[in-house]
């Protein structure tokens, strides 16, 4: 079965240090989805690609934030400098097109973050 | 502000009893609704969806949509050990971009 992968799966940095976390979805699906979830709470949309354009990034923080997705395939999701509050599980996902949503998606087994 | 609610938890019940685990949504318009479940320290796996009012059962588990009072459950007959986890819902926002919207989830805990 096709899966997203990510990578790392696991994160240790001190504040103000940067960080990058990769994701590659499945072949051939056009958008791409970055998520956070803070522990206690559900994913939140940071940014949405549709082939190597931003759709959606109205939640992500640019002045810490930044992702690309130079060729339309795999995705950089960048933090610098990291903060403590952005300790959380970095979640991405991906579907053959935009409103592909509809059917549900599989999120890849994530990135887990602590700034420290 | 779209929102989706549920009540965080735990809720605990026995091994064998149904798990009655529930949702609300704001968005009147919303057309498609999901159920994820996800582990401690795992990504949130997708188990039920459901779009039309009424009932929809998949083996141990059935999804109930009431779009008329914006209500949509999840209910888990025979409940097992393995079904504790935390239970998202999700409701796909089509009104600007293709996303979800996640409610905070509801922590069951099935006692052996």
């Known amino acids: 079965e096709a899966e997203v992968a990510q990578s790392p799966r696991y994160k240790i940095t001190e504040k103000s240090q940067a960080v990058a976390f990769w994701c590659d979805p499945i072949?051939?699906?056009?958008?791409l989805y970055w998520y956070r979830q803070i522990l206690g709470q559900g994913p939140e949309l940071l940014v949405q690609?549709?082939?190597?354009?931003?759709?959606?990034d109205s939640q992500l923080p640019k002045d810490r934030f930044s992702a690309e997705r130079l060729k339309g395939v795999d995705s950089t999701l960048k933090i610098q400098p990291a903060e403590l509050g952005d300790s959380a599980m970095y979640l991405c996902?991906?579907?053959?097109?935009?409103?592909?949503?509809?059917?549900?998606?599989?999120f890849g087994s994530g990135t887990r973050l602590t700034v420290v | 502000q779209k929102e989706v609610e549920q009540n965080s938890g735990p809720l605990s019940v026995p091994e064998g009893a149904i798990a009655s685990l529930n949702c609300t949504y704001s968005?009147?318009?919303?057309?498609?609704f999901f159920w994820y479940r996800q582990y401690s320290g795992k990504s949130p796996e997708l188990i039920m969806s459901?779009?039309?009012?009424g009932d929809k059962e998949d083996g141990r588990f059935t999804a109930q949509l009431n779009k008329a009072s914006q209500y949509v459950s999840l209910l888990i007959r025979d409940s097992q050990p393995s079904d504790s986890a935390t239970y998202l819902c999700?409701?796909?926002?089509?009104?600007?971009?293709?996303?979800?919207?996640f409610g905070t989830g509801t922590r069951l805990k099935v006692l052996a």
């Open positions: 996902a991906s579907s053959p097109k935009l409103t592909g949503g509809a059917d549900g998606y599989t």
């Open positions: 072949s051939g699906h056009a958008t």
């Open positions: 690609f549709q082939d190597e354009s931003v759709v959606d």
């Open positions: 968005d009147r318009g919303s057309q498609s």
């Open positions: 459901i779009y039309s009012n």
């Open positions: 999700a409701v796909y926002d089509t009104s600007g971009t293709y996303k979800y919207i």
